[in-house]
DNA sequence: TCTGGGGTCCTAGGACCC
DNA sequence: TCTGGGGTCCTAGGACCC
């Protein structure tokens, strides 16, 4: 039988942050989105409070004061890094691993024997080695094994690792018939209440239903999903990542924005963020997209946003060609008289570098210039640190700048930051 | 009275995921 | 005062072509 395993860390963040200090241990741990906005990881006394996932943290303060929540600013730099040491660690287990996000992947582990003390072994591995708790479900498609990593999470006597594959057939219906239906892989809310409304209200009453009314009440998407339950894998692991076919860049502001010279310095910045994971996959971008808006939640001020797509001359990489198109949008979309909230640029029409078209006229001298200016501009922001070298134009004021009120230092990945053990 | 059929490409919007 | 960011896939509808 077909062995599909799911790795989950568990808050993932929260422990990111626990593993270089120790003493957060059993303590209630949140961590924050950017601009310190949401809560978007809790530790699991955090979840017991009931506090929900992406809840906007300022509404919560008072809470958090009264149980002595501690919070941190979303730190990416320190999770990347130790999201890289796990993934590296899994891929030993299995020829065949999908990173599906920076806090889990699947594991091809077809053929191996006593799958379930395999997967003990992955785990107490991972964490001695990272220092990371991770729960382990093992299924037939991804979808199950999905639910069964669910299932590993939440019932404990299950001590973190749930084979479906050791069950017989009715013990995981029993199972099965306990989950609700919102917590399949792909059922988001709309779908869950659309299906609650046809009488679809745990998992298997919707791995029951039947393939031809779901197919035409949903789509091909829901077929495939009540499939996947049936035990029939339609979803294959993809363990090459494609190169993305749209790059985004956009960022809340630390504040209102009013004026146009300080939205040019944001969207430089993030025009220049973009250009540097462009070149990091080796594409070009033919199109860029800038948008900017007011905060929709402040339904008494006037609201406004507008986007722009524009359509460059030809394919490029260059970070001050897809600026200077980025900026013509921006000029052509700013009203003043608004507070913006919020800028983001999207390079879109990408292609392989190695695909660039041809023409008679290139400019080959140019292109060549150019391809060396960002790769010299590249290296040195890796080994200074990002932002070594900037355009100008990004800006020193930065008042649009987004907060970090509490951002824990990037550990595993500068030296200035290391541990200090007294 | 009656106005083809089949295909592609593009875009916008919806839904979902972490 | 204060509400994240980045991505994919699917569908429907319009434009256009032969």
């Known amino acids: 039988m077909r062995a599909i395993a799911l790795i989950d860390c568990n808050n993932f963040y929260v422990s990111c942050e626990r593993l270089f200090q120790p003493g957060l241990e059993g303590k209630p741990v949140v961590v924050l989105s950017n601009n310190d906005g949401c809560v978007v990881s809790r530790s699991q006394e955090v979840k017991d409070l009931g506090l929900k996932m992406a809840a906007p943290w300022f509404q919560l303060k008072d809470l958090a004061k009264r149980h002595g929540i501690i919070a941190f600013s979303s730190n990416y730099t320190l999770y990347a890094d130790l999201s890289n040491r796990v993934m590296r660690l899994l891929s030993q287990w299995s020829p065949d691993q999908e990173v599906y996000s920076i806090d889990e992947c699947f594991l091809d582990l077809t053929g191996m024997a006593d799958l379930t003390q395999y997967a003990q072994t992955i785990r107490s591995t991972i964490k001695q080695c990272v220092g990371i708790p991770v729960c382990i479900g ?228 140019a292109q060549q210039k150019s391809a060396a200016l960002m790769e010299t501009l590249d290296h040195i922001n890796r080994r200074m640190g990002s932002g070594t070298v900037q355009l100008l134009g990004e800006g020193v004021r930065k008042i649009w700048a987004m907060r970090r009120g509490n951002v824990s230092q990037r550990y595993t990945t500068e030296w200035g930051e290391l541990v200090v053990v007294r």
């Open 138 to 365: 093992i299924a037939p498609s991804k979808t199950l094994a999905k639910l069964a990593n669910h299932v590993a999470k939440k019932q404990k006597h299950y001590d973190s690792v749930c084979d479906f594959n050791a069950m017989t057939a009715r013990e995981l219906d029993t199972l099965l018939a306990q989950i609700e239906v919102g917590e399949v892989w792909g059922v988001g809310r709309r779908s869950t209440s659309r299906l609650q409304g046809m009488g679809i209200v745990t998992v298997l009453e919707l791995k029951r239903s039947s393939a031809k009314r779901v197919r035409a009440e949903f789509g091909v998407v829901m077929e495939r999903i009540v499939a996947e339950l049936n035990g029939v894998a339609c979803l294959e692991l993809d363990d090459v990542t494609p190169p993305r076919q749209q790059i985004i860049c956009s960022r809340s502001f630390g504040m209102p924005v009013t004026l146009l010279a300080d939205l040019e310095q944001a969207v430089i910045a993030y025009t220049s963020r973009a250009a540097e994971k462009l070149r990091d996959q080796h594409s070009l971008a033919g199109g860029i997209q800038v948008y900017i808006r007011t905060n929709p939640h402040k339904e008494k001020d006037p609201q406004y946003q507008q986007a722009m797509l524009l359509h460059l001359f030809e394919p490029t990489d260059d970070t001050r060609l897809l600026c200077r198109a980025a900026l013509s949008g921006l000029q052509q979309v700013y009203r003043s008289g608004y507070a913006y909230q919020k800028a983001g640029v999207m390079l879109t029409e990408i292609i392989a570098a190695a695909a660039r078209p041809r023409t008679l006229f290139d400019d080959v001298a």
